[in-house]
């Protein structure tokens, strides 16, 4: 998974995932784009990931007790969403 | 006015608020399944008694526990299932409500079924946890079991008159007790033809009951699908020439159609697939079976121009005794257990059975038989 500055915003979500969910993580991701906010993963965009990242906490506080484990990956995937401008209950 | 408007809204709103949240509360305890609610983070939140009662834990064990760990969901055969596979994970993973049916193991260590439903918790689009309301299936497992149990047997009682019968009318219709003038043989032939309709739904009768227990016996053997379905083909060949209708088999010779797998399990499905699709395409029409070697399954089609399964119907296609109402109509003859019994076989071979359908044009079944995994267990 090499960083790429070209890299789309589902990748890098994927990128992230990936320390925490292993070569599962494309296609949870993809199922979590397409179910819950029913776009392609090219179609991911600055405006879904908060919602995303709404689900996917939920999803992983499923398969996983550690919820620290659970709320680095989420701090992560928010760090993501604030570089893109994107804050909690500013959606 | 405007000054005033939003003031009355809070009194007038507070006290229903508060009505709705006692409501459900009171809705939540008095319900007769079992409820357990979820926040974000998978821990429970509220359960109810019934709920309790069926766990046999007190709310305070179980408050702040984390479901998935707490509560051990076991699979009909013993297994643990994966916490992917929960319906409570399934639910946030394809975002739909999720039903299942499996053990819970209470805090005295024993199990019991359940049937439970899981759908997440939303305020204003957002996932704020999930709902898991679970029944005893106790009793219902055990009136299935006798149900079976007397089909099973009511079966097997049936057929000892039903081959006396047979075994008759075959010596009368061979000439064996003398000459039959013409209103004879018709009448015979109508016995004929009424006893294998019973002998066939007995059979179809005695395999569901094997599927739902679990009994049912495989006998995998190194088998040409071209071969197996070419030894059930006379048969339907004779049902076809009575609606003038043109069955065709187009299978390669080749050693990739080869494939470990029960073939007489896989003669019941191309049996009930091929009659099904005869049965319902009108006169003059066309059935076409095709085999199709994958790299890791065998595909096999059966086509047809008949009239087609209605859209509102697709979903209840597999469903045991349904008949679609354009069947109803025109084809009286039937029992609504011929694709469930289909389904439950192909489950049986560890295979997948799906379709495509267009009312007034046709229908196009397909099921795949897989080369190297081996056959799931019969479902309970």
Redesign the interface.
């Known amino acids: 998974m090499a960083s790429s500055s070209n890299a789309t915003i589902y990748d890098k979500v994927v990128r992230i995932t990936h320390a925490y969910l292993g070569p599962a993580a494309n296609r949870?991701i993809a199922?979590?784009v397409k179910?819950?906010l029913h776009k392609r993963p090219g179609d991911l965009s600055p405006a879904d990931l908060l919602?995303l990242i709404?689900?996917i906490?939920?999803?992983v506080?499923?398969?996983t007790?550690d919820?620290e484990v659970?709320e680095r990956y989420i701090a992560e995937l928010q760090k993501l969403a604030h570089s893109y401008g994107r804050q909690p209950g500013k959606n | 006015m405007e000054t005033v408007m939003p003031k009355l809204d809070k009194i007038i709103n507070r006290p229903l608020s508060y009505e709705r949240r006692t409501e459900s509360e009171a809705l939540f305890n008095s319900m007769g399944d079992g409820a357990i609610t979820t926040d974000e983070f998978g821990k429970i939140t509220r359960v109810n008694p019934a709920a309790q009662q069926i766990l046999g834990y007190k709310e305070s064990e179980l408050i702040d526990a984390w479901l998935p760990k707490k509560i051990i969901a076991l699979s009909f055969d013993g297994n643990i299932i994966n916490l992917i596979d929960r319906p409570i994970t399934k639910t946030f993973l394809t975002g739909k409500p999720i039903s299942a049916k499996m053990y819970y193991r209470r805090k005295d260590g024993e199990r019991v079924p359940v049937a439970v439903s899981a759908s997440p918790i939303m305020l204003n689009g957002k996932p704020l946890g999930g709902i898991e309301v679970f029944r005893d299936i106790t009793l219902e497992q055990e009136v299935d079991r006798m149900k079976s149990e007397f089909i099973s047997l009511a079966s097997h009682q049936l057929r000892t008159p039903l081959s006396a019968i047979k075994t008759y009318t075959h010596m009368l219709a061979e000439g064996y007790m003398g000459t039959l003038n013409a209103a004879q043989k018709k009448s015979l032939n109508t016995i004929v033809t009424a006893s294998n309709r019973m002998n066939e739904l007995i059979s179809t009768l005695l395999n569901i009951t094997r599927i739902e227990s679990g009994t049912i016996e495989m006998t995998p053997k190194m088998v040409h699908v071209g071969a197996v379905i070419n030894e059930v083909l006379p048969e339907l060949l004779i049902m076809a020439e009575e609606k003038r209708i043109t069955v065709t088999l187009e299978v390669s010779n080749t050693i990739r159609n080869r494939i470990r797998t029960d073939p007489l399990i896989v003669k019941e499905v191309i049996t009930n697939l091929v009659s099904n699709a005869i049965k319902y395409t009108p006169k003059e029409g066309a059935v076409e079976i095709m085999v199709k070697p994958r790299a890791n399954e065998i595909l096999v089609e059966v086509r047809d121009s008949g009239w087609g399964i209605p859209a509102y119907a697709q979903d209840q296609i597999f469903s045991k005794f349904f008949r679609g109402q354009n069947i109803v109509k025109r084809e009286t003859n039937g029992t609504g257990l011929g694709l469930y019994l289909v389904k439950g076989l192909i489950d049986v071979l560890g295979g997948k059975i799906w379709f495509t359908s267009q009312e007034a044009v046709g229908t196009s079944f397909f099921f795949s038989l897989p080369r190297s995994k081996r056959p799931s267990p019969a479902k309970k």
């Open positions: 949870f199922r979590q179910n819950h919602s709404d689900w906490r939920v999803a506080s499923l398969l007790e919820s659970v």
